[in-house]
């Protein structure tokens, strides 16, 4: 008796089923309630693995949704999607149980044929395959998923999906994480028990919505960078912050609708009162969010008081009293910078002195209003301080250096460009103090000359960049730095010295 095959179909068709439609638009996933899965196998295919895949009801988003239609596709691993040119067109015939070798029948002599070398890449064990593709962007992931079966398998292994990074500014990111956060919470549903990182900087198609959706499924969620993304108000961040305790890292910069960072206040009434009206987020930056006042920068201080890195470059309205709010509730800041907030004088850093030797990194530029006087506040108490960004403020004087080398002998980063007051002397205390100097700019200090430059050579040979542009140096003091600190990157003005 003969065993008849049940089904014959070429691996080019097979392809294209388990591809499913990978030229979908942005449009028709947005019209479309369900996301596209997988074609499923023929019915008279008795194989456990085809019943398994006819199981799912989600499958892979769309890489439309994630990446312009425009762009290429994965091409050799790098992100184009290429034709299967090494099995195109061979024949495979499938049996519910293998044939007698006696039998000859033509179309079991057909399966019998020797295929063609399996590509190099599928001879790769799962857990090669799953690192290779731990280093592909979110976009490439979901086109990686859409190969074949096996890759389909392997690109959605929750491993993978720690962090979803999505990059573009035609990117309907509102879709695109709907759809993603659905797929991930497949197994676990109405979470995403895995992701802790969403990355969605520059995205500018962005709202409300996509942030609602990053809340209500993302309950593990340690960092989110919504940069630059302009049309998010400070509902959907409130709605994030209370939504994902965890949350430590949040860059909001360039947001200029985002004026405060609170709890909501169904989620402050829930509370219990061990637990207070605190959010955990230690990182965070407000660059460019120029509408925050002082009264949102004392909501953001009591309800993030483990604060330890603030930025609020830019935030133009903020004066001396948002600081003294600051220091009240956020005593463990390490790093804060407050450049070209021009209301910003000597009674703001004479508050942030009280931080003392917490305080490592201080950024102070632009800020016109500081002189000596608030130097000397931070110095006498942050005695720890690493890094001071002082460019553009013009009231510091040598006094203001003195002290600050005498005091913060660990510095290792000074900028002081563009403060025209400061002279050879303040570099000779400088040098003489702070040995450990790495990094020093001074940029368009019209008092600076090569003695200057000279000594602080002589003193700091672990220089390693050194900002003299628009100074009159000559090239004999260039050469001498270049000889004593032969790892100094010397940025200048001077032809005359290469």
Not at 434 to 451: A, D, P, V, W, Y
Request: proline residues 4%; glycine residues 4%; contains cysteine.
């Amino acid at each position: 008796m003969l065993y008849k095959p049940e089904l014959i179909y070429s691996r080019s068709n097979l392809s294209q089923t388990l591809e499913g439609k990978g030229s979908s638009s942005i449009s028709s996933d947005v019209s479309s309630s369900t996301d596209h899965t997988p074609t499923q196998a023929q019915k008279n295919v008795a194989t456990s693995e085809d019943s398994d895949l006819s199981m799912r009801t989600l499958s892979t988003p769309s890489p439309a949704l994630i990446c312009p239609p425009n762009l290429p596709g994965f091409q050799n691993g790098k992100g184009s999607s290429t034709s299967s040119s090494s099995i195109t067109g061979e024949t495979v015939a499938m049996v519910h149980s293998p044939p007698p070798t006696r039998l000859t029948h033509p179309l079991i002599r057909l399966a019998s044929r020797p295929q063609k070398e399996q590509a190099s890449i599928e001879r790769l064990p799962d857990h090669s395959m799953v690192q290779i593709f731990s280093f592909l962007p979110t976009n490439q992931l979901c086109r990686c998923a859409r190969v074949c079966r096996r890759w389909y398998n392997l690109a959605w292994d929750p491993r993978l999906w720690r962090t979803i990074r999505l990059t573009g500014e035609t990117i309907n990111v509102d879709r695109a994480l709907k759809v993603l956060t659905r797929r991930l919470c497949q197994d676990t549903p109405n979470v995403c028990l895995m992701l802790e990182t969403v990355t969605v900087s520059g995205c500018r198609r962005l709202t409300d919505r996509g942030l609602y959706t990053i809340a209500q499924c993302c309950p593990e969620l340690r960092r989110l960078e919504v940069s630059g993304c302009y049309n998010i108000s400070n509902e959907a961040v409130f709605d994030v912050v209370s939504l994902c305790p965890n949350l430590e890292h949040l860059d909001v910069s360039g947001c200029s609708k985002v004026t405060c960072i609170s709890l909501t206040r169904e989620a402050s009434i829930k509370l219990s009162p061990l637990h207070g009206k605190q959010i955990s987020i230690r990182y965070l930056d407000m660059t460019d969010c120029f509408v925050l006042e002082d009264e949102g920068l004392h909501t953001i201080a009591a309800h993030c008081t483990q604060l330890t890195h603030l930025y609020l470059r830019r935030c133009v309205r903020l004066t001396d009293e948002g600081l003294r709010y600051l220091m009240i509730y956020c005593t463990s800041i390490k790093e804060l910078s407050v450049s070209d907030c021009r209301f910003v004088s000597d009674f703001g850093l004479r508050e942030i002195a009280k931080l003392e030797s917490r305080l490592r990194y201080l950024s102070i530029a632009h800020c016109g209003r500081v002189t000596d006087v608030g130097i000397r506040y931070v110095a006498k108490y942050c005695s720890k301080l690493r890094y001071l960004n002082a460019r553009g403020c013009e009231g510091i004087t040598d006094h203001g250096v003195e002290y600050l080398a005498k005091n913060c002998t660990k510095l290792k980063s000074l900028d002081i460009g563009k403060c025209p007051l400061v002279s050879d002397t303040g570099l000779e205390c400088l040098a003489l103090n702070c040995f450990n100097l790495k990094r020093l700019s001074l940029k368009s200090c019209e008092s600076i000359t090569g003695q200057g430059l000279q000594i602080v050579a002589a003193n700091c040979f672990d220089l390693q960049m050194l900002n003299v542009q628009d100074c009159e140096v000559s090239v004999e003091a260039l050469r001498f730095v270049k000889r004593h600190c032969k790892r100094c990157v010397i940025e200048h003005t001077n032809p005359a010295f290469f």
